[in-house]
């Protein structure tokens, strides 16, 4: 045995690779298997025992998280933050119950407090203490009630209350203020501002609207686009829920007779929204005599009546003649007779017709006056004045020759679309409406130009997206042709011979050397290494014995 063949078989063996090992022992891949399936059952059964957490509280401020932090550590309750850190979550079967306990413990506290404040008053509060108590409270659940709202995320409420005053020139009325700060990327509408001020404003007594400023967390001022228009957002609603309307009727009733599309109609509506409240009252003249009404009367007869007693003007005065009696040229007429007088009495005027008797008459009557008293309170709403406008297409007809051509409205059509307007509308002339119908043909749409196939945004779409899923099918075959298959032939492929007699010689080396075999390798080693001589000294001579070696095996 030479030593080429003892430094040969001395050199030990490369271990065998894993997937020679897992062909050798067939019973390793199912275990391999059988430890990956019940990996992935433990970890199916801890994903479904795992509690589902549900939200606690949203909106959580700092001070409250930290506080409901502690309580839930104290409580053993586990806890995760979702949302950027502003809800709290806990397991769901646990909502309802620490929810409870912490309300207990009077959390979440909030931002403000509320009528709660009022329970804890201590004996011999003063009465600014209490009034600023209650001042406070009443901030705290208007503040609460705002923050109800989707778009607010918290709010603050200012009220100033005046101190009642004896008289009432010295009153003041009470006034408020409102800072909303809102969630991020959410706006606010008007109809929103005028409902908290209208909810502010009903909570505090003659608290006026108007005396309500509402601010957002910017610093900009809600409540002035409002007060300076004179309008909110219902009120423009309303007109063009009016306008509309208008607008619809008008259609509804053309459309039958010219065709769908051939009519267009707009209606300009004024609204009157203010309040009016008027009283009247008149006094008429007195009715015609007979008809009118007695109120009140009062009558005062007098009677005296001389007998048989002396009569005359004592002294020196009566035994002289009488002064020539002078006539008056006029008569004063008489007075006018009032209709319902009281008459003399058939006694009273023989009495007053002698001359030793004397008569006298008082006579008051009064009299009902007409008054007419009307109080009109007229509702905000009212439409005081409508202009619309109405475009007519021409109409489509065939002449003589077959073509199809527009034509004209006559004008008894037009006078009769003009009057289905007006029935539609109600128009009024005392009330300032007006009417524009005019018949033109309409401006037919060009058609837009179609776009060939390769530029059409659908096809474009479907390209890109074929594109893309091609170019991910070249990259894995790719991948499988010259990443994956090869390493798969290389570890696969059945071992060589060589490697096979080197894995059967190990262990007979391991036992130990045999003398006949190691004698054998020498010869064969000499005789290679004398060929190689040979063939490097005589090549010509090593072709012809080549040729004749292949020569008799061909035979």
Not at 345 to 374: C, H, P, Q
Request: no cysteine; aromatic share 4%; net charge neutral.
């Amino acid at each position: 045995m030479n030593n080429a063949a003892l430094a040969e078989a001395s050199v030990p063996s490369p271990p065998p690779s894993l997937l020679a090992q897992l062909r050798a022992n067939p019973r390793l891949p199912l275990m391999v298997a059988a430890a990956l399936a019940v990996a992935a059952l433990a970890a199916l059964w801890l994903w479904s025992r795992a509690p589902d957490f549900r939200v606690l509280y949203g909106n959580v401020s700092d001070r409250d998280g930290g506080a409901i932090m502690t309580a839930l550590q104290q409580m053993n309750v586990p806890y995760r933050f979702a949302e950027g850190g502003t809800a709290l979550m806990v397991p769901a079967g646990k909502v309802a119950e620490v929810r409870l306990r912490l309300a207990s413990q009077g959390l979440p506290k909030g931002g403000a407090v509320g009528f709660e404040l009022m329970d804890n008053q201590k004996f011999g509060t003063s009465q600014f203490a209490e009034q600023i108590n209650y001042q406070r409270a009443l901030e705290g659940e208007l503040a609460r009630s705002i923050n109800a709202i989707s778009a607010v995320e918290s709010a603050r409420v200012h009220l100033a209350l005046p101190k009642p005053a004896l008289f009432v020139r010295d009153q003041k009325k009470p006034s408020a203020s409102v800072v909303l700060t809102l969630h991020r990327g959410r706006a606010i509408d008007d109809a929103q501002v005028n409902a908290i001020v209208h909810l502010v404003s009903s909570s505090v007594a003659e608290l006026s609207p108007k005396s309500i400023s509402v601010v957002d967390q910017h610093g900009k001022l809600l409540t002035s686009p409002a007060a300076a228009r004179g309008l909110d957002g219902s009120q423009l609603k309303y007109v063009q829920e009016i306008e509309q309307a208008y607008t619809r009727r008008i259609e509804a009733i053309l459309q039958p007779l010219l065709g769908a599309g051939n009519v267009h109609a707009q209606v300009a509506a004024d609204i009157d929204f203010s309040i009016v409240e008027a009283t009247d009252e008149k006094h008429r003249p007195n009715q015609e005599p007979g008809s009118a009404a007695v109120r009140s009367q009062q009558s005062s007869e007098s009677v005296q009546q001389a007998g048989m007693a002396a009569a005359g003007v004592p002294g020196a005065l009566s035994n002289q003649p009488p002064a020539t009696p002078t006539a008056p040229l006029t008569r004063p007429p008489d007075a006018p007779r009032v209709e319902g007088q009281l008459q003399m009495s058939t006694e009273l005027a023989g009495l007053a017709g002698t001359r030793a008797g004397n008569a006298r008459r008082d006579a008051t009557i009064n009299y009902e006056v007409d008054r007419t008293l009307r109080h009109v309170q007229q509702a905000p709403g009212a439409v005081r004045r409508v202009s619309v406008a109405v475009v007519v297409n021409h109409r489509d007809t065939t002449n003589a020759q077959g073509k199809r051509v527009t034509q004209a409205l006559a004008p008894a059509e037009l006078e009769q679309i003009r009057n289905l307007v007006k029935e539609a509308v109600g128009f009024s002339a005392e009330r300032g409406d007006s009417l524009n119908v005019v018949n033109s043909a309409f401006v037919a749409e060009s058609p837009a130009p179609e776009l060939p196939l390769w530029k059409q945004p659908e096809n474009v779409a479907l390209a890109k997206s074929a594109g893309w899923t091609l170019l991910l099918a070249l990259l894995g075959l790719y991948a499988w042709l010259s990443v994956v298959r090869p390493l798969l032939r290389k570890h696969l492929q059945p071992a060589a011979p060589a490697q096979v007699a080197a894995a059967t010689a190990a262990p007979a080396l391991a036992a130990g050397p045999d003398p006949a075999q190691e004698d054998s390798a020498a010869r064969h080693a000499d005789n290679l290494q004398y060929a190689r001589e040979i063939a490097g000294k005589e090549p010509l001579m090593v072709a012809v014995l080549l040729k004749n070696w292949m020569a008799q095996h061909e035979r």
